[in-house]
């Protein structure tokens, strides 16, 4: 069983539109949580750290839910430069290493 | 803003050569990490180390690889025996604290392996 699954999509969306991620994580040990970016042929980069209550950053707003161990990513307003692959990101107790998810890729359409 | 930077950008080698993949981490920061990406694939962990030492490893980390901190801003992984396989985006990460301290990535090496 994958330690992080998301939806590979891609994903196709018009400007302007909104769109949700979704990503399961396996071990309930689970700690923290991250949603990274990453662009084609490059380096992840930190979009937003996701906390119990839920927080928002502009035009991304990131959900945990504990209980079904699941992470969420919605995006308003998609822009074009919102293109990329979005990365879900788990740490586990007592380990020191990042676990990351295939990604869902996502293009945004003028 | 401070980053973590890698070299070469790419490198390419022989199957059965040595190769030594350089990062120079964010100052200040005590965590240390290589990722690599197979092309089309996921971002996998290798190791970790703080302390001087590795803290942990994955299953793919085994005796080809090691890694050092030579000095107090270099941090290298060594591939002693390049395979065909060890062809992949190699990322060196730091963080400030362990756990719930996000990572911050260097742009990579690519390594292909002929």
């Known amino acids: 069983r994958k330690e992080v699954e998301q939806d590979p999509g891609p994903f196709n969306v018009p400007e302007g539109a909104t769109v949700a991620f979704n990503c399961t994580y396996s071990?309930?040990?689970?700690?923290?949580f991250f949603w990274y970016r990453q662009d084609c042929r490059k380096e992840p980069k930190l979009l937003m750290s996701?906390?119990?209550s839920g927080n928002e950053d502009g035009r991304f707003t990131a959900q945990l839910n504990r209980a079904s161990q699941y992470i969420s990513l919605l995006i308003r307003d998609s822009k074009l430069s919102d293109s990329a692959t979005y990365l879900c990101?788990?740490?586990?107790?007592?380990?020191?290493?990042?676990?990351f998810g295939t990604g869902t890729r996502l293009t945004v359409i003028p | 803003e401070p980053e973590v930077t890698q070299t070469p950008s790419h490198q390419v080698t022989q199957m059965g050569q040595e190769v030594i993949l350089r990062c120079v981490p964010i100052?200040?920061?005590?965590?240390f990490y290589w990722y690599r990406q197979i092309l089309g694939q996921k971002v996998e962990f290798l190791v970790s180390?703080?302390?001087?030492?590795?803290?942990?490893k994955s299953e793919i980390f085994d005796d080809q690889f090691s890694v050092e901190r030579p000095d107090g801003s270099n941090f290298t992984l060594k591939i002693r025996s390049t395979k065909l396989e060890d062809s992949a985006m190699y990322f060196c990460?730091?963080?400030?604290?362990?756990?719930?301290?996000?990572?911050?990535f260097g742009n990579g090496t690519r390594l292909t392996v002929t």
């Open positions: 180390f703080y302390n001087n030492e590795i803290s942990e």
């Open positions: 100052s200040n920061h005590l965590y």
């Open positions: 990101v788990v740490t586990q107790t007592g380990a020191n290493n990042l676990f």
């Open positions: 990460a730091s963080s400030a604290a362990a756990y719930n301290s996000p990572l911050h």
């Open positions: 071990n309930s040990a689970s700690q923290s």
């Open positions: 996701v906390y119990s």
